[in-house]
């Protein structure tokens, strides 16, 4: 006998798809409140652009990653108890790379003082500038283009230069003409304010943690199950998986890149919304040494070029005694691609440069020729933060949003972190009012 639809659905209040940073969290802030929660991932491994992959006792985050200590995810992390270790990058000898001559990175007023990229007048007005920057109301450039805000500010000189390097270092993006400037001064305040945390282990330790925390409440976590349909209905929402199994949710999270947001829904807004968003992308060389020719260059900034080097293991434990762990990254603009091979030796002269030899060293390494670090720029035309989807869905009281690319509150793992939280926060106040209407809300998964 063939079961019928209500036979093999599983009820549930609250089904996840998407297993990356936004859903763990939506998943892990819903099931401790005793809310019964399922989360599918369609990849066998959980975790998305935040998954470390290790080879060799070597852990290699998708490019650089850094937890921002005064943003979204660092507070909620440590709301739920996630465990991660790590610490506070020192620099060492920060340098600025100019195309013909090598710079020492200002990070405080005697190193500014004797940089001798800047004229004194420059000086002063970057000091002026950053003095002035956490009493600045950044809504008021949201329709202002970055680079406009930039020469307005800082001429078209080193200094602009440099503002530059501040710029794409805290938003990961090098699209100046396109990215909304009080997006990007917001970025950079939360930057200057609380420094950035690099993570033991690389950031797969917060996947596990929010897993962890979620199961340990009664969440489901599911891999390698894709969610095939959405379909709302009077109770909630009903997901069909690709093998034909149903969920019946009271709510739905979509915790998924903003294309599979669209393939799911028949949103015309959305799918307008995501026609005309730019990804912010980049160029990763992940390398892995048996010593560092010039252990005393642990970070370095490309001063005309939109260059990054970093010896994450000077700060994290990512590799066994001895072993250096660095990351090479170009921001890729939203100009014509170049080919990958171009780029990959852009990346192995910034190396070449700073740690010459490093080639007979190598023990790992693995280049990344395009990786999505954040599905949309906030945008000049979209007023920034401003022009996002937002977490809830006009007409659809039942379905939310969440991820990197949802919400006005903050860029990268941040807006991840602070759209699965209001999405958990809707999620938790509609059961709760479906639950004191009188009905009963599903007490446990499977119910």
Request: some cysteine; proline content about 5%; aromatic content about 4%.
């Amino acid at each position: 006998m063939i079961p019928t639809m209500e036979e093999n659905c599983q009820k549930v209040d609250l089904i996840v798809v998407g297993g990356g940073l936004a859903g763990l969290t939506a998943a892990a802030l819903v099931a401790r409140e005793g809310r019964s929660v399922v989360l599918v991932e369609r990849s066998s491994r959980l975790g998305g652009r935040a998954m470390t992959q290790e080879s060799q006792g070597v852990h290699f985050n998708l490019g650089p990653h850094a937890l921002y200590c005064a943003g979204h995810a660092f507070r909620l992390l440590t709301a739920l108890q996630v465990p991660f270790a790590g610490r506070i990058p020192a620099a060492g000898r920060a340098l600025l790379l100019g195309r013909t001559a090598t710079y020492t990175l200002p990070h405080g007023l005697v190193s500014l003082l004797t940089s001798r990229l800047l004229t004194l007048r420059e000086k002063w007005r970057l000091s002026r500038i950053l003095s002035e920057l956490p009493h600045l109301d950044a809504r008021l450039f949201d329709d202002m283009p970055l680079g406009v805000w930039i020469e307005n500010n800082a001429g078209t000189g080193h200094l602009a230069d440099q503002l530059g390097t501040l710029f794409r270092l805290s938003t990961f993006a090098n699209a100046p003409e396109q990215t909304s400037a009080g997006a990007a001064l917001d970025q950079l305040k939360l930057a200057l304010a609380g420094n950035v945390w690099y993570l033991d282990g690389g950031w797969q330790t917060l996947v596990d943690g929010l897993r962890e925390r979620a199961i340990a409440s009664g969440a489901d976590v599911r891999t390698s199950e894709r969610a095939e349909s959405v379909r709302d209905d009077a109770d909630g929402v009903i997901v069909r998986l690709a093998g034909g199994a149903i969920l019946h949710g009271r709510a739905l999270v979509l915790a998924i890149p903003p294309k599979s947001a669209c393939e799911l829904l028949d949103e015309p807004p959305l799918a307008r919304w995501h026609d005309s968003s730019v990804p912010v992308r980049a160029a990763c060389l992940d390398v892995a040494l048996d010593r560092l020719p010039r252990p005393e260059r642990r970070f370095a900034l490309g001063l005309e070029d939109p260059t990054y080097y970093s010896v994450h293991s000077a700060t994290a434990r990512l590799a066994p005694d001895g072993v250096a762990v660095l990351h090479v990254m170009k921001y890729l603009g939203c100009a014509v691609e170049e080919p990958a091979g171009v780029v990959e030796r852009e990346l192995e002269a910034v190396l070449d440069r700073l740690q010459p030899g490093w080639g007979d060293r190598v023990i790992e390494r693995r280049f990344l020729p395009g990786m999505t670090v954040a599905h949309a720029l906030p945008s000049v035309a979209d007023r920034g933060l401003a022009g996002r989807p937002g977490v809830a869905i006009p007409g659809r009281p039942c379905v939310f949003l969440a991820g990197d690319w949802v919400g006005d509150r903050g860029m990268l793992a941040d807006a991840s972190a602070a759209s699965a939280e209001e999405a958990a926060r809707s999620v938790l106040d509609g059961l709760e009012h479906v639950s004191s209407s009188g009905d009963r809300s599903v007490a446990h998964a499977g119910a």
